[in-house]
């Protein structure tokens, strides 16, 4: 690679590649070494231009994250309130860090490849120790579940996003002729990533395939003229049925208990105690509270199992305002919305399959309600906003246009 830019930010490039490489593999690793690029950032721009940039440029990021530490102010478990800041520090760190990259079209795609990588060797890695366990025991729920995602400690729903996120993105690679590889061995990576979604039994991450998959079909009925169009939309029409045909026989529910290994299972009186506990409206309960006065709704409802296990609402909108209340309500809306929004603007139809889905994820689970998800919700954000502006640079907020345009000259 040819930067023209100082040798100590190639390396902090590269780095940053290797966090999202990370991200679907360990979050162990990926926590520390957000971490220690967080600081280098500093280091990497002495001045607050950047940080004062990232701000301007992330505010919706920055709005959220306040309204989360607001919380703290009426919240009496102090000790929650700084767990909840630990799980929430993507939001402060990715923003500064990608910002630092001065990000452009060509980096973005390399920072996908990345991602791509990361995932596809995660998802070999809970494959080989799914075999490995089968041929000890002979136990065949060793492929599902919790038992598949055990060896990267990740839960099985929120590796399943990443998953979708994966295919997704793999096909509008394709769609666009944008690999660099033989198509067919992307097309091998794609159904390789499909059945471990499928293996995953997550249904909320089937709905957003749903809609992802559906999307590059309708495109080919509407826009056939190129061949890769063809081909993305059999391969999409193929992996629908495939995925039609597994939900019909509940092949994945046979082998998981009859359900009760995935993540389908009613939560409408989980959603309902949360809307019902919340006694202040326009603020919540506070960030640091929610778990106390949630389970001892429960308790007080006879809803025992909930409280012992201390389940939240798994509903991301309901939750935000039983914590943060309708302020934090309007600015979680805000925050989905603007990246939809631009990416509408800008007719940049990769954010809005990569965005979308996340609606449907906030329906049946608080996806930032753990670092797994908030990093993989602010990593998805971030770049599709940054490429939303850099197709149409007069969204940029005025004064940093230029800054934009000196990124555009940083060639990969």
């Known amino acids: 690679m040819n930067l023209r830019f100082p040798s100590l930010f190639k390396i902090y490039f590269c780095a940053v590649v290797g966090l999202v490489f990370l991200m679907p593999i ?17 280091f990497l721009n002495p001045n607050t231009t ?44 990715i923003p500064l860090v990608l910002k630092t990259l001065r990000l452009n079209s060509k980096k973005i795609e390399l920072l996908f490849f990345g991602y791509l990588y990361g995932l596809s060797l995660a998802s070999f890695i809970c494959l080989f120790n799914a075999l490995f366990s089968f041929v000890e025991n002979g136990n065949v729920n060793s492929f599902f579940y919790y038992n598949l995602t055990e060896p990267i400690g ?57 809609f992802i998959l559906s999307f590059f079909v309708l495109k080919f009925l509407f826009n056939n003229s190129l061949k ?61 509270d929610y778990k106390a006065v949630l389970n ?22 309901v939750q935000i305002y039983f914590s943060n209340g309708i302020l934090g309500l309007l600015i979680l809306c805000i925050l989905i919305c603007r990246p939809l929004y631009l990416s509408f603007i800008v007719q940049n139809q990769l954010g809005i399959i990569i965005i979308f889905p996340f609606i449907i994820y906030g329906i049946t689970e608080v996806f930032l309600g753990r670092f797994q998800g908030i990093i993989f919700f602010v990593f998805c954000h971030q770049l599709v906003i940054t490429d939303s502006c850099l197709r149409r640079p007069k969204l940029i907020p005025v004064g940093k246009k230029q800054q934009v345009n000196d990124a555009l000259h940083f060639k990969l």
Request: glycine share 4%; hydrophobic share 50%.
């Open 50 to 93: 950047v940080l004062r940039s990232s701000i301007i440029f992330s505010w919706d990021i920055f709005v959220y994250l306040a309204i989360v530490i607001i919380g703290i102010l009426y919240s009496f478990d102090l000790s929650q309130s700084i767990k909840v800041l630990e799980t929430n520090f993507s939001f402060l760190a």
């Open 154 to 210: 990740f839960q099985p729903t929120y590796f399943a996003y990443y998953i979708s996120f994966g295919i997704c993105l793999s096909l509008y690679l394709i769609y666009t002729d944008q690999i660099k590889i033989k198509r067919h061995l992307f097309t091998i990576n794609i159904i390789f990533l499909f059945i471990i979604l499928m293996l995953a039994a997550s249904r909320t991450a089937y709905v957003g395939l749903l």
């Open 26 to 42: 360990s979050q162990l690793l990926s926590t520390r070494l957000l971490f220690i690029l967080f600081i280098f950032s500093f």
């Open 296 to 317: 001892q709704y429960y308790s007080q409802q006879g809803m025992k199992s909930f409280a012992t296990d201390s389940y939240n609402s798994h509903n991301q909108f």
């Open 228 to 288: 890769s169009h063809r081909y993305v939309a059999i391969l999409s029409s193929f992996l629908l049925f495939a995925m039609l045909l597994i939900n019909h026989y509940n092949w994945n529910d046979s082998r998981t208990d009859s359900g009760s290994g995935t993540d389908y299972w009613e939560r409408f009186p989980l959603w309902q105690a949360a809307l019902r506990a919340n006694p202040n409206p326009l603020f919540g309960v506070g960030t640091g």
